[in-house]
């Protein structure tokens, strides 16, 4: 199983504060311990650390965590595409769209997030406590 996980996640793991925090810590303490491939897209890295309270806590998770999960650029044949559906799509965001392809495109077979209307790409879009749910099983 290869997991694209949103930045929503990572920000709950990182701040104890949100109340997806418990979920999120569980979610990333799986997926390092089954070693399973997990992916972020570059972009995030920054979107998380501009939002982050505790920086240096943030710059020490992606030291931590580049080692092993793949950070992934979009490229522009992605960025085209997810313009070309959102112009055709209106009141898709752009962000969960460019999110959903960069996941597709590398063969992710779940995305994790906790937006309450991700987009639809064809693969599966789950939030924290259905990927629990799933892994549990």
Aim: with cysteine.
């Amino acid at each position: 199983m290869k997991v694209f996980l949103d930045s929503n996640i990572i920000l709950d793991f990182l701040d104890h504060a949100r109340p997806t925090h418990e979920d999120a810590k569980q979610i990333v303490h799986h997926l390092i311990m089954n070693d399973i491939e997990t992916y972020l897209s570059e972009d995030m890295l920054t979107t998380i650390y501009y939002i982050s309270k505790d920086k240096t806590k943030a710059l020490e998770f992606f030291e931590t965590i580049l080692q092993i999960w793949k950070a992934v650029p979009f490229g522009l044949t992605t960025i085209l595409e997810a313009i070309a559906i959102c112009k055709n799509e209106s009141g898709k965001d752009f962000e969960d769209v460019v999110q959903c392809l960069a996941a597709k495109t590398n063969g992710c077979g779940v995305l994790v997030t906790n937006d309450k209307q991700f987009v639809q790409c064809g693969i599966d879009i789950m939030n924290s406590a259905e990927f629990l749910k799933r892994i549990e099983m």
